[in-house]
């Protein structure tokens, strides 16, 4: 048996984080990672942005073995003993612990055919993978008009090509999108030669020679080289749920980040937790929520007693628009639109109750944190009192890794 003062279960980026938060607070004490992935942890928005425009492989390394950390790689975890704080992987080794996080993150959800025809964009083996086929692929499908389908085949077509998107909503983005920023957004992508099928869907996969043949619930056969999809992921709270913790859409934690396990911490993807500004509970999937809960996991996981206020934020590129995002940023909610220049500069507010919910910085930077402080204001707040509130201060593209 293995013994370990903190045992984090999870390679990610939130386990990384996790690690250089320990470290911040205890420089001696013994770190375990237990990861399913072959890689060390990375940086995953590289993945899907930096590395296709020329980027090296080298920046995506979060470099958490320099830690004083023993990570194991390729074990999935079977079992978790809460009374004896043990857990127990795959290859039967049984590892000790004092605190545990569960940094499980999720898993993609998987269409009902296809199998392995399909790459679930998500991991640097996915990146590995889809890079291969471009090597000798010329045409590409991508599943999904929203996150990763967006910036997936904005990617491929940077790299010269063929890509038809599929999904079946209106337009590309068009849950968080106000619907003539979707529009738009959808127009620009077929004039940089993106086939664009919005209200479509694939039922099914077949091989024909070394192609790929998508047939649509129109019957439309699509025969392409390789076929990604991005279709959203589900938390992986298994092992939760069974040793008991509280579990809804996610692993529910306390301020503290604290399961109702007292030794039991969990962050990142998988973690359901309570925002002061959103007065709500909130399970986040993005990068800024991952880097900032895992730390703080890891501070209090060491002993300190610091609680989780974080409003997180996410951004992305598609060819040469940008955005940031802070809150509930959901095309159901009441919209404003304070534009500077129609479609390609401003701030996209979502109300509800007279108070913003979230806030959509198109090409607009450095304004996240005042967007935050927006969306803890009380209100009353209206279209007329949010008129150039937030002005842009940088109108350039987000230089992103």
């Given amino acids: 048996m293995t013994n370990y003062q903190y045992l984090i279960i999870g390679g ?10 320990i470290r911040e607070v205890d420089s001696t004490g013994t770190i375990g990672v237990i990861s399913e992935e072959p890689d060390a942890p990375y940086d995953r928005p590289p993945l ?26 390729g074990r999935a ?27 499980t993150g999720g898993r993609p959800r998987l269409l009902p055919f296809g199998g392995d025809q399909i790459i679930y964009f998500r991991t640097l083996p996915d990146y590995r993978g889809l890079r291969a086929l471009t090597e ?43 619907r003539p920023l979707a529009q738009f ?9 993106i086939e664009v099928l ?6 099914n996969l077949g091989i024909r020679g070394d192609k790929r043949v998508l047939k649509t619930r129109t019957n439309r056969e699509i025969e392409v080289d390789g076929v990604v999809a991005g279709v959203g992921i589900e938390p992986n709270v298994e092992l939760a749920q069974a040793i008991g913790l509280k579990v809804g859409n996610g692993i ?12 039991i911490y969990a962050a990142g993807d998988v973690a359901v937790f309570f925002n002061p500004a959103l007065g709500k509970r909130i399970r986040v999937e993005h990068e800024d ?8 996991a890891g501070r209090n996981m060491a002993g300190k007693s610091e609680p989780y206020t974080h409003l997180p934020f996410f951004y992305s590129d598609m060819f040469d628009l940008g955005y940031e995002a802070v809150g509930e940023v959901d095309a159901r909610l009441e919209i404003f639109a304070d534009w500077k220049r129609p479609n390609e500069e401003g701030v996209i507010y979502y109300l509800q109750n007279d108070r913003v919910r979230g806030v959509l910085l198109w090409n607009v930077w450095e304004q996240v944190e005042a967007a935050r402080q927006l969306i803890a204001e009380p209100g009353p707040l209206t279209a007329k009192n949010l008129k150039g509130r937030l002005p842009a201060k940088i109108s350039q593209l987000k230089t992103d890794v």
């Fill in 185 to 193: 957004v959808s127009n620009f992508y077929k004039q940089k030669g």
């Fill in 289 to 296: 929520n991952a880097n900032s809960m895992g730390r703080l």
């Fill in 12 to 21: 990610g980026m939130t386990a990384a984080a996790a690690v250089a938060g």
């Fill in 198 to 203: 919005a209200g479509e869907e694939v039922i």
């Fill in 136 to 178: 000798k692929g010329r045409r590409f499908a991508v599943i999904g008009g929203g996150f990763i389908g967006s910036e997936i085949a904005a990617a491929l077509a940077l790299n010269g090509k063929e890509v038809v998107m599929i999904f079946p909503g209106k337009d590309i983005g068009d849950r968080i999108f106000p």
């Fill in 252 to 263: 529910i934690v306390d301020e503290f980040l604290r399961t109702s396990f007292p030794e």
């Fill in 48 to 73: 899907s942005k930096g590395l296709w425009k020329g980027k090296p492989l080298g920046i995506i390394w979060r470099k958490t073995e320099s830690k004083g950390v023993t990570i194991h790689l």
């Fill in 77 to 103: 975890v079977k079992k978790i003993d809460a009374k004896q704080k043990r857990i127990v992987d795959d290859k039967g080794e049984v590892f000790a612990y004092q605190k545990l996080l569960l940094a």
